[in-house]
């Protein structure tokens, strides 16, 4: 009986492991106000500068600074530094000030953009 318990627990174990694993490596997600964030592809050895509000130290892997970029209404693209595991949030990205997108070893870039989700009748539940 107690084997069975615990091939039940490891089997719940795993099962959240996956769920988690979903939800960080996720592209794109609805948040409120039928906003869509998603996030455009990862540029290998830049990163953007002069526009980081928040530092975030060590953070295990892409997903992870994806994810707080996801989290925080301030964030519009993110640096993450492979080699020190440094996740830099920031208020700008390379299309609004493409000068500040620049080479950077280890790092990789990542701006997110949020779309307006019209319903049906062509309203979102924001009152837009």
Do not use: W
């Not at 794109?28 to 996030?39: D, L, M, P, R, S």
């Not at 390379?94 to 000068?99: A, N, R």
């Amino acid at each position: 009986m107690e084997a069975r318990n615990l091939e039940v627990a490891s089997c719940i174990s795993g099962l959240r492991l996956l769920v988690v694993h979903l939800f960080f490596t996720s592209t794109f997600a609805v948040h409120a106000c039928n906003q869509e964030k998603i996030f455009s592809d990862i540029i290998q050895g830049k990163a953007l500068v002069n526009h980081t509000y928040k530092t975030l130290q060590s953070v295990i892997d892409d997903d992870g600074c994806q994810f707080y970029c996801f989290l925080d209404d301030v964030c519009i693209s993110y640096n993450f530094d492979e080699q020190q595991r440094i996740c830099n949030l920031s208020d700008s990205d390379h299309i609004i000030h493409p000068e500040d997108l620049v080479y950077t070893p280890n790092a990789v870039y990542r701006a997110l953009k949020v779309e307006i989700i019209k319903s049906l009748f062509g309203y979102t539940n924001c009152g837009m």
